[in-house]
């Protein structure tokens, strides 16, 4: 812990150094000792030392001040550290304010001027209120801290990105934390936006994107080099599964990804049907140790950078990232993925992260604890949802179009959801409207059978409904089917004919696209079998053919 803060004001330069002098004899050793010399000087440095998570022992403040007094400094003060102790210094006659001050501000203590000796009129009392402070106020958290409300899209993400790059911090709702909200409303902003993100360098960002976000956080964002011999694009498992094979066999590799290395798996609360771990592991886990695999191996990750382009230089391959850069490789892989389809119904779209979430967003489960939460979908994704939040929600409702759970999931998951008590499970069901003002309160939901609607009261909605693929970075450059997923392989041979400008005298390779050099892997393809194992295996397979390739070039 840094050493606590004792915060002395005085308008009297010589009275104010005499105070400074006594308190750093006695306490400077343990204490940090900082003297302002006016009410509102004092009060700029509490709300500094406050953006900072600062712990502050005590305040020692001179009643008597021109344009702010000691109990109005102490009174504002005290709202953003209720626990810091306060004394008044105070002449004969300010008694009475003293006295006051007690009822009003919760003075602990006045202190007659002049307070010679220090040993007899002034160290006892401090060393009791100090000791006093020391034995009740806990340690002040030193981390990072968001500060916002539950109900704002923009702390959603904020707090979605620091989770998934797995960079702790503490939550603070400004609705229900008054000392938060007085942190926030200290730094006086022109126009209110949330969240606020504290750094215990005293640094503060205001609804920061992504890219400051992560620069502040110290994740790497720019390349080291203008060229590599291989650049993924994507960081997910089929991302990270070429970046440890390309890494490992010696290839110069760059990935990049717009947001967190893991992908889609990285949002998984428990994924139990990857070989080796017989009990399972979360998403965020297994994107951990993979992503600490690679960069043991020597690849380099970027982080909430975006590639938006792709451009072919025959023998090179470009990519064009979301701050302008461009850089170069002599092969690349498309690793982004798919997001899940979005849900149009009305009132849906204004509640997204107010309620409804697309995905797991396990983030948010803690949130919705003792409350009726949704689940929208029947695959094997959504059961995992329904597991988890069942751990947090007083009931779990899964919403699934099919008449039977055990189309689209796997069996052991049914089994699992069907033995969980507060899960139920309505089969040909739909959401038709959501509805709430600032967040989700209710939702409206048809019966396919019996064409009945009712509406229910639902505290969150989960939707897990199917994938949109992230391809547009590659559009004109490689073939995509009207879906949007990449074609590759024997997917590009038509009527026994190569694709069209493809110049070389063997057919595309098993996840090479229709520009030689271009791989394909993960979701993202046409037909892939979207699983964590297979995306990882095609990661991999990619690197080898790569390998078949640059031996050609
Ligand atoms: C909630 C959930 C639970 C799941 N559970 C399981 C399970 O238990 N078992 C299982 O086998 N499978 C599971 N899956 C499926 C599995 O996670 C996916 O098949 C797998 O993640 C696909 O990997 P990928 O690397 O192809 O793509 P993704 O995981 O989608 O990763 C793609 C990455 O590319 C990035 N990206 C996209 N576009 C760009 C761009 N333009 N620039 C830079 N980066 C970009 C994205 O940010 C993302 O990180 C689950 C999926 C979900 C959503």
Request: hydrophobic share 40%.
């Amino acid at each position: 812990m840094p050493k606590p803060i004792i915060l002395t004001v005085d308008d009297e330069p010589q009275v104010l150094n005499a105070v400074e002098r006594d308190l750093r004899r006695h306490y400077g050793s343990e204490y940090r000792i900082i003297k302002a010399s006016s009410g509102q000087e004092a009060l700029e440095a509490v709300r500094q030392l406050k953006g900072r998570n600062a712990p502050i022992a005590l305040f020692l403040a001179d009643q008597r001040m021109p344009t702010m007094s000691g109990t109005e400094f102490l009174a504002e003060a005290r709202v953003l550290y209720p626990e810091t102790r306060k004394v008044l210094l105070t002449a004969y006659a300010d008694t009475e304010a003293a006295i006051q001050s007690i009822n009003t501000i919760g003075l602990d203590h006045y202190l007659m001027k002049p307070w010679d000796p220090p040993e007899q009129t002034l160290y006892p009392v401090l060393d009791d209120l100090l000791s006093d402070w020391l034995a009740t106020v806990p340690l002040p958290y030193d981390g990072i801290r968001v500060a916002g409300t539950l109900w704002s899209p923009s702390c959603h993400r904020v707090k979605d990105f620091l989770a998934r790059n797995r960079i702790p911090y503490k939550w603070l709702d400004i609705e229900i934390d008054g000392e938060a909200n007085a942190l926030v409303e200290g730094l006086k902003l022109e126009e209110r936006r949330l969240p606020v993100v504290f750094f215990p360098d005293g640094d503060v960002l205001v609804d920061p994107d992504n890219l400051a976000l992560a620069q502040k956080c110290g994740l790497q964002t720019q390349a080291t080099q203008p060229f590599y011999d291989v650049i993924i694009v994507g960081a997910g498992p089929a991302g990270l599964g070429a970046a440890v094979y390309g890494a490992s066999e010696g290839l110069h590799t760059l990935m990049i990804d717009r947001e967190a290395t893991g992908g889609q798996a990285g949002t998984s609360s428990r994924i139990e049907n990857y070989l080796g771990f017989p009990r399972g592991l979360s998403g965020a886990d297994l994107a951990q140790r993979a992503t600490a695999q690679a960069k043991r191996l020597g690849a380099e990750i970027l982080t909430a950078q975006a590639v938006t382009g792709v451009r072919v230089e025959d023998p090179y391959r470009f990519v064009t990232l979301s701050d302008g850069t461009e850089l170069g490789c002599r092969a690349l892989v498309i690793a982004t993925g798919v997001t899940v389809r979005t849900l149009g119904v009305p009132g849906i779209e204004k509640l997204n992260g107010a309620g409804v979430y697309y995905g797991a967003a396990l983030t948010e489960a803690a949130n919705y604890r003792d409350q009726p939460v949704f689940v929208v979908g029947g695959a094997n994704s959504a059961g995992q949802g329904a597991m988890f939040f069942s751990q947090y929600a007083s009931k779990v409702t899964m919403l699934v179009r099919s008449s039977a759970l055990v189309k689209g999931m796997s069996q052991y998951l049914v089994d699992q959801i069907y033995n969980t008590e507060n899960i139920e499970v309505l089969t040909r069901t739909e959401v038709v409207e959501a509805k709430g003002k600032d967040r989700l309160e209710a939702l409206t939901i048809v019966n396919k059978d019996a064409g009945e609607t009712q509406t229910v009261p639902a505290a969150a909605v989960f939707l897990f409904i199917g994938a949109v693929p992230h391809s547009d970075l590659v559009a004109g450059v490689v073939e995509r089917n009207r879906a949007g997923f990449i074609l590759t392989g024997q997917d590009l041979i038509r009527d026994g004919r190569r694709p069209k400008n493809w110049k070389l005298k063997r057919d595309p390779f098993a996840l090479e696209t229709s520009v030689p050099g271009i791989f394909a892997a993960g979701d993202v393809r046409q037909g892939a079998v979207r699983r964590v194992a297979s995306a990882v295996g095609q990661g991999a397979i990619a690197i080898n053919l790569l390998h078949q390739y640059l031996k050609t070039v």
